[in-house]
């Protein structure tokens, strides 16, 4: 198998949501994960923007979109689309679980929220 810095296909993705909005109670809209170390965080288009603070603090270069029916990478440091392999499952969050998300913690205004 060849080894692609900053992607560690062996890694599962750290959970079903966001890991630093679970820990703060916050919401999410798209969720990525990094593809190193696994860490799940949301878009840019989320209110925190978790995905892109874990790599900035980081440096994991690599995030994958969780996103059922995605699989397209994002290079930060080329800042392009990546193509890459598969990582270890599951690839994507559960498909019962809404976007936003997670149920019950997104306000009815979501929408002014986004970046
Ligand atoms: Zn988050
Ligand atoms: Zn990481």
Not at 3 to 24: F, L, M, N, R, Y
Not at 55 to 66: D, E, K, L, Q
Not at 70 to 94: F, K, V
Request: proline content about 12%; some cysteine.
């Amino acid at each position: 198998m060849s080894e692609i810095p900053g992607i560690d296909v062996t890694v599962p993705p750290s959970g079903a949501g966001c890991q630093d909005c679970e820990e703060a109670g916050g919401w999410w809209f798209h969720l990525r994960r990094c593809a190193q170390c696994g860490h799940v965080g949301c878009c840019d288009d989320s209110p925190n923007q978790h995905a892109s603070g874990h790599a900035g603090v980081t440096g994991h270069p690599f995030i994958r979109s969780y996103e059922p029916g995605e699989s397209w990478y994002w290079n930060y440091e080329t800042a392009e689309m990546y193509d890459g392999p598969e990582l270890a499952p599951p690839n994507h969050h559960p498909v019962e679980q809404p976007v936003p998300g997670p149920a019950g913690r997104v306000p009815d205004n979501w929408q002014a929220h986004l970046h």
